[in-house]
């Protein structure tokens, strides 16, 4: 991708439609029509690759033989878009090439043949016998032409072969349609015009000349970004209803960091707390009961008369406003995080995030609407302004004690409060667990199990231990985590019935060896 291209960012946000059933009903046939019509090109951009091994370059495609309700203008936008979802897929298929070859045994010399037919696309068609290989020597690359064998060639096809039946081939049943200014054109309603909607978009349909008119109403929180509206729209199906989305171009912005690094703990009482000590979004928690209380009680009075929910339209208005409000305020607070801190790096988890004292619903919806908004979101901050985003894995977070490494269950009180049952530490349940998950950076550990993380976490523990601001013995007899490390060395110690210190001592180092080495220390004493 060229530097030019890597720099645009866009967006696509809903507008609220109010065309009649009537406008619907023919969007729809488009969309139906439309989706038939990419599958039939999927099968002979499919077919042409087989042969040839390669999609066919994109001013040399010929789709008019492929009969369609649509216009030619509709089926080469309808093209464009099958063949940039097909580029894609066959784009991923490459990208794990690359990473079977890296991890496999093969000499490196074959890996680099490898590598180099996977450069070039010449999975399934490679008829020349040579190729040009590029190895890094120290700091220059240097660049070979080598014999490519039979033994190459067939390698390089079962790979590929291998990787296509692992991975889905794209579809198109579901598909949105991705219009341009071929086949829509919107439209700002004209100042002084007594009209209510504030955009149209104008739409070709199956009829030859008769497009329709869409009206929409604007989206506020699209229109405050920086940037400009594109002359294209998205038609998507969500839940059986048509919805129409408009694409802006965003502004990049000039970004400079101040800080490495902070970690968020998303909760909902507050949204989040930082690795700073922050808790933002302190009144989050009340909107979101208040938003449970109204929601709750419509619904008891919607199952008195069974009615389904997403027949009501005050349930629909209600849980519309709180996905607003959702997304209005992920947005507003992690605004405030990045004006006040400039991270490079942001590292989150992401968990469930619920709360025992919502309702079952209300908590699903969250979950739903929350996650996804604060991802988008995250993303968003690495497009506009190139922070790093990292995940990481959430094991024990919300256990393990940020100031001496303890994991207990039982160092949580509650949801608010933390206090280690090891070395007294007492702070926000949350600001905790933000502590651990920039601790957690460093293991980069979302690859992880749950176990393997526990296992790091206690190993990491009792080598610090060896600075001796320990807990007694019981404490950590009484915790199941530290049952295998400690099962060996147990009998020795209640034979002396000794527990360990708290401050540090000259006599404690020598016990808290014979813990990390259970072995050596029942000799040495
Ligand atoms: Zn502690």
Request: net charge positive.
């Amino acid at each position: 991708m060229s530097k030019a291209a890597e720099d645009r960012i866009f967006g696509s946000y809903l507008f609220k439609n109010y065309a009649n059933k009537g406008k619907l009903e023919k969007i729809n046939q488009v969309l139906t029509e439309y989706r038939k019509t990419a599958k039939d090109i999927a099968i002979y951009l499919w077919d042409i690759f087989f042969r040839f091994g390669k999609f066919p370059h994109r001013k040399k495609i010929n789709i008019k033989h492929i009969s369609s309700y649509l216009s030619e203008r509709y089926k080469y936008v309808c093209l464009w878009q099958v063949y940039d979802i097909l580029s894609g897929y066959i784009a991923g298929i490459q990208y794990k090439f690359a990473n079977i070859v890296f991890n496999s045994s093969l000499s490196r010399e074959d890996k680099l043949i490898l590598l180099a037919l996977n450069n070039v696309k010449g999975w399934l068609v490679y008829d020349k016998d040579e190729i040009e290989i590029y190895e890094r020597k120290g700091k220059d690359i240097e660049k070979r032409t080598v014999k490519v064998s039979e033994f190459h060639k067939k390698l390089a096809k079962k790979i590929f072969k291998y990787l296509l039946g692992k991975n889905r081939k794209p579809r198109f049943n579901n598909i949105s349609m991705h219009l341009d200014g071929k086949v829509v054109d919107i439209s700002k309603k004209k100042e002084n015009k007594a009209v209510e909607f504030d955009y149209w978009i104008k739409i070709a349909t199956l009829e030859k000349g008769k497009p329709i008119y869409i009206p929409l109403k604007a989206n506020t929180y699209a229109e405050e970004l920086e940037g400009e509206f594109l002359n294209y729209c998205q038609v998507v199906e969500n839940n059986g209803r048509v919805e129409f989305r408009i694409i802006k171009q965003l502004k990049k912005k000039e970004y400079i960091p101040l800080i490495d690094e902070i970690a968020i703990d998303l909760g909902l009482n507050p949204l989040f707390a930082t690795s700073k000590g922050d808790l933002i979004g302190r009144n989050f928690f009340d909107v979101l009961k208040a938003f449970d209380e109204k929601i709750t009680k419509r619904m008891a009075s919607l199952q008195k008369r069974n009615i389904r929910p997403r027949d009501d339209k005050k349930y629909r208005q209600y849980v519309d406003k709180l996905r607003d409000y959702l997304k209005n305020e992920i947005n507003r607070l992690i605004n405030r995080l990045i004006k006040i801190y400039r991270p490079k790096k942001i590292v989150v988890e992401m968990l469930d995030f619920r709360s025992p004292d919502l309702s079952k619903r209300l908590n699903r919806l969250v979950q739903n609407f929350g996650k996804k908004y604060i991802k988008q979101k995250l993303q968003r901050l690495q497009q506009l302004y190139g922070i790093e985003i990292m995940e990481i894995n959430p094991a024990y977070t919300s256990q393990e004690c940020s100031s001496c490494g303890y994991v207990d269950k039982k160092n949580r009180k509650d949801t608010q409060e933390f206090e280690c049952r090891a070395c007294g530490n007492k702070t926000n349940a949350q600001i905790n667990g933000a502590r651990n998950i920039l601790k957690r950076s460093s293991l980069g550990s979302l690859h992880l199990t749950k176990k393997q993380v526990l296992k790091i976490l206690i190993e990491r523990y009792l080598e610090r231990l060896k600075g001796c601001k320990s807990p007694p013995l019981d404490i950590l007899k009484g915790n199941p985590y530290f049952k295998d490390y400690l099962r060996a060395v147990s009998t020795h110690f209640e034979a002396k019935d000794q527990a360990l210190p708290r401050q540090s001592s000259e006599k404690c180092q020598g016990t808290l060896e014979s813990i990390l080495n259970p072995c050596q220390g029942l000799t040495s004493s």
